[in-house]
């Protein structure tokens, strides 16, 4: 569990689960490449109810809404760098 800080000085904690204001996204060739990964699991005869979560998040880029200012908040390098911020118009 963190708290996340958007740069309009909100904060706000990631720790419910699942999270309201975490969003995962993914290209449209990554997600090709995910669902790929997860046809080829499932016929190989892994379980893929529990890993297909895990699958589709590897292939994207973690990104916040923060609720108050509903700035997105995206994680390009990873959620131990920081974030691009984008507030709306």
């Known amino acids: 569990m963190a708290t996340i800080i958007c ?7 990631d720790g419910e689960i699942p999270s309201p ?3 995962t996204l993914i290209s449209d060739i990554n997600l090709g490449d995910a669902l790929d990964k997860i046809i080829g699991q ?3 005869g892994a379980d893929i109810e529990a890993q ?3 699958i589709m998040s590897s292939y994207g880029h973690i990104a916040y ?3 108050e200012c509903k700035r997105l ?4 390098n990873g959620i131990e760098n920081p974030a691009t911020s984008y507030r709306r118009e």
């Open 65 to 67: 809404i923060c609720p």
């Open 7 to 13: 740069s309009g000085g909100h904060s706000f904690s």
């Open 21 to 23: 204001y975490e969003w």
């Open 42 to 44: 499932t016929r190989a």
């Open 52 to 54: 297909a979560g895990v």
């Open 73 to 76: 908040l995206v994680f390009e």
